[in-house]
């Protein structure tokens, strides 16, 4: 009995032709893939079927608006439907399993009444690939070839060293090899084997570097669950009264988008206004595409607890101690009262043409014109909300003491109204990037101060006058003399003004007092010990300070001064 294979083109079955008695007779053999395949092909259709037959109706629906809060996002699906008389069911399909099934809002226009809205999972319907994933997919496959051409390449490479190595030997038993074949040969095999040997470790190297490739992509793409996820679906039961035709919108919310702020502040010189760019830096990994909507940003946090604290009662008690083998326990009080602090605001915003803002007594939005499209890949895209010029002030400020260069402060005013959050803020003064800083909303005074760099050209130098300091012993006590000078020299060709700040020490113990003899003018903080030096140096000016101070305390202690 003689049998023959045809094997065909998928791979997943082959036809066996089997010869008993001269004649041909043929044989199926399905692989397991193929039935799987076929079971899951069958299910869904089985699937689609009972929708049909329950008076299911699919929309076809598309992504209109999108509102991005701080964490997470509502988004809005619109639909063209038609109704008949009676109860109609319509099915809002592939959407992302994880939506939020307590956010659903559905509204839509025509003589029909929405009686119920639920949501589903569809475990035999995977969503569709979003731009992201199928871009990580084209990668990772880019990859593997190119990994599988190194890897021949090696191959190549190994099995030449091998042949080199295998015929090294040039002479018979009997012969002798003369000197010149024998140099020309160790030669030859010198020269291949540091050849292939420089080509393994080049191709190693680039194999490993895939290697790192390909497992970052295959992370990333594990991440977004690229594989065949379940969707959801939202089902939404209308009646009617007579046939027509209208329209649906789903909203809901999901959890894996968000938005963080950033700005830009731009200053021409120390004589104009400075322009403030608001941006949202937009990300998304939802598993579904937005493409070309309308987005909003908003300042609000769905994820917060919305419920009002409470508070508890705040009982007093006496602190007790006792003593235990040299030391004393202390038995503080059991109950102990939580503060939490609640900021509300009404703010009035302003922004470019492109951006409509609305203020609550919570939150801002901001709603951009122009469509956008951010890909569920989980990068951040920016967002332009505002662009404002805001007056300002500018002065140059400086420390001494623990930086001797001179900084450009913008004194800001009029900021109040722009909804402004703590983030990342990049700085260009005159055309030029002069560094990173950082916004913070939660210490902030009415007016804005922004560090906008150094200035060399403003020369500070502060040095201890050795001379006017040292130690003394009186009695049972030390004094401690400390004298500085801080001198300032204006380099520029205009007028500065300069702030100079340093300190003298404040006591904190009655057994030891400071005495301060000398701050050549200075505005004193008697609280804090803060000493501030308001300058107007003009070009090529200089000016001198000194501070001089005495510490006394017992000599049997110990104070640092420096």
């Not at 804090?528 to 140096?537: A, I, S």
Request: proline letters at 3%; hydrophobic letters at 35%.
């Amino acid at each position: 009995m003689k049998r023959a294979y045809i094997q065909n083109f998928e791979g997943n079955s082959r036809v066996m032709l089997q010869r008993e008695s001269g004649h041909f007779t043929s044989k199926i053999q399905i692989s397991k893939w193929t039935i799987l395949t076929l079971a899951v092909t069958f299910m869904a259709s089985e699937w689609t079927n009972a929708k049909a037959e329950t008076g299911e109706t699919t929309v076809k629906s598309t992504i209109s608006d999108v509102t991005v809060f701080l964490s997470g996002a509502q988004v809005t699906r619109t639909a063209q439907i038609s109704y008949a008389p009676g109860s109609n069911t319509f099915v809002f399909a592939g959407l992302p399993q994880n939506i939020n099934p307590q956010s659903l809002q559905v509204k839509g226009t025509g003589n029909y009444t929405i009686l119920s809205v639920t949501q589903r999972i569809n475990y035999l319907m995977s969503r569709q690939k979003s731009t992201g994933i199928k871009a990580l997919e084209d990668s990772l496959q880019d990859l593997n070839n190119q990994l599988s051409l190194q890897q021949a390449m090696l191959k190549v490479t190994q099995e030449e060293e091998n042949f080199l190595l295998a015929n090294k030997s040039i002479g018979g038993q009997n012969t002798g090899v003369n000197v010149n074949d024998l140099k020309l040969a160790a030669d030859l095999l010198r020269s291949r084997l540091t050849e292939t040997g420089k080509m393994k470790i080049k191709y190693n190297l680039e194999i490993a570097s895939l290697n790192e490739k390909i497992n970052r992509i295959k992370n990333q793409l594990n991440v977004l669950n690229a594989s065949n996820a379940p969707t959801s679906e939202v089902v939404i039961v209308a009646s009617a009264r007579n046939a027509g035709d209208g329209t649906l919108s789903l909203s809901y919310l999901v959890q894996d988008a968000g938005w963080t702020p950033e700005y830009d502040l731009r200053a021409i010189d120390v004589k104009n206004p400075v322009e403030l760019t608001y941006k949202a830096n937009v990300y998304q990994s939802s598993n579904e595409d937005w493409k070309n909507i309308k987005l909003t940003v908003s300042t609000g946090n769905p994820a917060l607890e919305g419920t009002k604290p409470e508070l508890q009662p705040w009982y007093l008690s006496f602190l007790d101690f006792y003593p235990v083998k040299g030391r004393m326990l202390y038995n503080a009080p059991s109950a102990v009262m939580m503060e939490k602090k609640e900021v509300s605001r009404e703010d009035a915003g302003s922004s470019s043409g492109l951006v409509q803002v609305t203020t609550g007594q919570t939150t801002a939005s901001f709603a951009i014109s122009i469509p956008y499209t951010i890909p569920s890949d989980g990068k951040k895209y920016t967002v332009e909300i505002q662009k404002n010029t805001l007056q300002a002030s500018y002065e140059y400020q400086c420390v001494p003491k623990l930086d001797p260069d001179a900084f450009l402060i913008a004194r800001i005013t009029g900021w109040e109204s722009l909804n402004l959050l703590s983030g990342d803020m990049s700085l260009f003064f005159e055309g030029t990037f002069v560094g990173k800083s950082a916004l913070d909303m939660q210490n902030t005074n009415d007016t804005l101060d922004i560090s906008l760099g150094r200035d060399k050209n403003i020369v500070i130098k502060r040095e201890k006058k050795k001379e006017f300091s040292g130690t003394q012993f009186l009695g049972n006590n030390r004094k401690e003399t400390r004298a500085f000078d801080i001198s300032v020299r204006n380099n520029k060709k205009q007028e500065v003004k300069l702030l100079v700040l340093d300190q003298v020490p404040v006591s904190t113990n009655k057994d030891i007092s400071v005495d301060i003899s000398e701050i050549s003018g200075a505005n004193l903080n008697k609280e804090t010990g803060e000493l501030r030096w308001e300058l107007t140096l003009q070009p090529g000016d200089s000016k001198t300070m000194r501070m001089a101070y005495e510490v006394k305390y017992p000599k049997d202690k110990k104070v640092v001064l420096e």
